[in-house]
């Protein structure tokens, strides 16, 4: 097995995120299910933006988000996800670039526009994500560059695109391509809203031993293993996948592999602002510290202080070079 010239490849939906503060009431007048992602269609998203207060927007998708982190971080990554060739298209392409991440995913000439997530956060920090996924569903096959798969030490997924045939498609050859070079896979849970749509396939690929570090929240993984607590998910988990990164909010996380356990103390944030793009932040800050051979307890502590940064502002990437925050955490 040759060397890896990437340290994570990522395959997700490409995403706009227009973010704006709202009340709770905001939530309940408009039928919003709070702290969760909704899919919507194009006739939601316009009459929700229109309804939005002033707003923020920046380019996301969870494990574009991830990769983000990961260059911030100094790591090597590429990414690839499907935009169309529109002004939200352009300016996705320009922020992933500029950030020095690998991007060359050609864009869609006809068909749905950009994705964007329209997301409401309120007082406490909660976020509620709606989401219009447009030209991000028509990732198909044709778009995963093997060779490219091929040199990346861990090949990142999230489980928000495991919807569309074609991009479960581009998925499966991308998980394929990379034991096949053997590579480690990593599989996000991303929502119970998935765990439940897709419970039989995750938990096969699980047993397939064709994920070999897996991310979920408490939520994810009792929902996965339909089980009333957090321990008891736990237990289900362990022996199943090889590793797995189980994050519990303020609780901090739990990272399981084999006979190990680590409990990881969650990183207080300067202050709580949006906990948009925490758990991809995290998964950031593992995977860089894995892919750069660092011990797992290690690897949660970057982890957790990414997250902290992730919540400290609005938007789901870094906006500070995680890179200079780590050196002063001695991580």
């Known amino acids: 097995m040759s060397a890896a010239s990437l340290d994570v490849i990522g395959l997700g939906n490409a995403i706009v995120d227009v973010l704006a503060p709202a009340a709770d009431a905001f939530l309940t007048r408009h039928g919003i299910s709070k702290g969760t992602m909704t899919l919507i269609d194009a006739e939601r998203a316009e009459s929700l933006y229109a309804a939005m207060g002033p707003a923020v927007e920046?380019?996301?998708?969870?494990?574009?988000?991830?990769?983000?982190?990961?260059?911030?971080l100094g790591g090597s990554a590429a990414f690839i996800g499907r935009v169309k060739d529109d002004v939200l298209g352009k300016v996705f392409t320009h922020?992933?670039?500029?950030?020095?991440?690998?991007?060359?995913?050609?864009?869609?000439t006809e068909g749905a526009p950009t994705a964007r997530c329209l997301i409401l956060v309120t007082p406490d920090a909660q976020r509620s994500m709606n989401t219009f996924l447009g030209a991000s569903q028509?990732?198909?096959?044709?778009?995963?560059?093997e060779t490219l798969v091929a040199s990346a030490s861990i090949t990142y997924l999230e489980g928000y695109l495991w919807d569309p045939p074609e991009a479960k498609q581009a998925f499966r050859k991308a998980m394929d391509t990379a034991k096949k070079n053997g590579r480690?896979?990593?599989?996000?849970?991303?929502?119970?809203?998935?765990?439940?749509r897709y419970r039989t396939e995750f938990r096969e690929l699980i047993n397939k031993q064709a994920i070999d570090i897996?991310?979920?929240?408490?939520?994810?993984?009792?929902?996965?293993y339909q089980v009333g607590g957090f321990d008891?998910?736990?237990q289900a988990a362990r022996g199943r996948v090889p590793m797995a990164a189980l994050t519990r909010s303020e609780k901090g996380s739990v990272i399981i592999a084999g006979n190990e356990i680590h409990v990881v103390d969650a990183v207080p944030p300067t202050r709580l602002v949006d906990s948009t793009g925490a758990g991809d932040l995290y998964a950031a800050g593992f995977l860089y510290g894995l892919a750069h051979g660092r011990p797992l307890p290690a690897?949660?502590?970057?982890?957790?202080?990414?997250?902290?940064?992730?919540?400290s502002h609005m938007g789901p990437r870094p906006e500070t070079s995680l890179k200079a925050l780590a050196a002063r955490h001695g991580l």
């Open 58 to 72: 920046t380019s996301g998708g969870s494990a574009a988000n991830t990769i983000a982190g990961i260059a911030s």
């Open 95 to 108: 922020d992933i670039r500029a950030l020095g991440v690998r991007y060359e995913t050609s864009m869609a």
């Open 138 to 145: 028509a990732l198909g096959p044709d778009d995963v560059d």
């Open 184 to 196: 480690r896979v990593a599989f996000s849970l991303s929502d119970p809203f998935c765990v439940d």
């Open 214 to 224: 897996l991310f979920a929240n408490e939520h994810e993984l009792c929902a996965l």
């Open 232 to 234: 008891e998910a736990l």
């Open 299 to 311: 690897c949660g502590k970057l982890a957790s202080l990414c997250a902290a940064e992730a919540i």
